[in-house]
T-cell receptor, first 114, second 116 residues
C-alpha cells in the first residue's frame, strides 16, 4: 500500500520568498509521485510528476520537486512566491504511472502574504 | 490537453431527493473514471472506480445503493446521490484516465452539493 504525509495544513509565505511544501511517501514498490494544485471550488490540476526518470522534476508555474529515495521524500519548491500561487496543494503517490488509485496527502493551504 | 467536464458545478437540493452528477471526457475515451469526495479542508477520498460497460467498484464504507454510478459510454460516467441527506453535502470530483492507462489522471472541476 502507498501513502503520503504532508505536514502543516497551512503554509504562509511572503510574496517573492521561497515556497517549500514537504511530502514524504511510503510505498512497498517503486513509487510514482505527483503534486496537484487545487483552486477554490475547482478540480485538481497536475503540477508535476515523478515517474522514475530524472529525480529533479520541473513542472508548471515555476514549481519543481526532487525525488529523494534515501529520505522517501518528494518536496515541492518554487524560488519566488507569487500571489497567484495561493491555493491548496496535494501530494499523491501510486504504484504505477497509469494507476488511478492515487493516495493523496491531506494537502497544504498556501497563503501568500503581500 | 485532455479535458474532463463535470456538470453541474453547484447544486442545491432538498433532503430526500436525488441528484445526478455527470462526468464527461471531452477529447479522449476514458475506459475508467473515478469519483472522489472531498470534505472541507480535507483531502480527496476515492469513492468508487467506474469502468465502462461494467459495474462500479466501490471503496470500503461507501454505500453503493446510495451512490449509484453508471458508466454507459467511453466518455460519460454519472454519479447519482439517492435520497440525499444533509450529511451528503460535499464536493464531489470525478477524474478519468485514457484507454492506454498510461497517463496521469485528468480531473473535472468538481460539483458542490448542498442538501438542505
Amino acid at each position: 500500500a502507498q501513502s503520503v504525509t504532508q505536514l502543516g495544513s497551512h503554509v504562509s509565505v511572503s510574496e517573492g520568498a521561497l515556497v517549500l511544501l514537504r511530502c514524504n511517501y511510503s510505498s512497498s514498490v517503486p513509487p510514482y509521485l505527483f503534486w496537484y494544485v487545487q483552486y477554490p471550488n475547482q478540480g485538481l490540476q497536475l503540477l508535476l510528476k515523478y515517474t522514475s526518470a530524472a529525480t529533479l522534476v520541473k513542472g508548471i508555474n515555476g514549481f519543481e520537486a526532487e525525488f529523494k529515495k534515501s529520505e522517501t521524500s518528494f518536496h515541492l519548491t518554487k524560488p519566488s512566491a507569487h500571489m497567484s500561487d495561493a491555493a491548496e496543494y496535494f501530494c499523491a503517490v501510486s504504484a504505477n504511472y497509469g494507476n488511478n488509485r492515487l493516495a493523496f496527502g491531506k494537502g497544504n493551504q498556501v497563503v501568500v502574504i503581500p | 490537453g485532455a479535458v474532463v467536464s463535470q456538470h453541474p458545478s453547484r447544486v442545491i437540493c432538498k433532503s430526500g431527493t436525488s441528484v445526478k452528477i455527470e462526468c464527461r471526457s471531452l477529447d479522449f475515451q476514458a475506459t475508467t473514471m473515478f469519483w472522489y469526495r472531498q470534505f472541507p479542508k480535507q483531502s480527496l477520498m476515492l469513492m468508487a472506480t467506474s469502468n465502462e460497460g461494467s459495474k462500479a467498484t466501490y471503496e470500503q464504507g461507501v454505500e453503493k445503493d446510495k451512490f449509484l454510478i453508471n458508466h454507459a459510454s467511453l466518455t460519460l460516467s454519472t454519479l447519482t446521490v439517492t435520497s440525499a441527506h444533509p450529511e451528503d453535502s460535499s464536493f464531489y470530483i470525478c477524474s478519468a484516465i485514457d484507454r492506454t492507462g498510461n497517463s496521469p489522471l485528468h480531473f473535472g472541476n468538481g460539483t458542490r452539493l448542498t442538501v438542505t
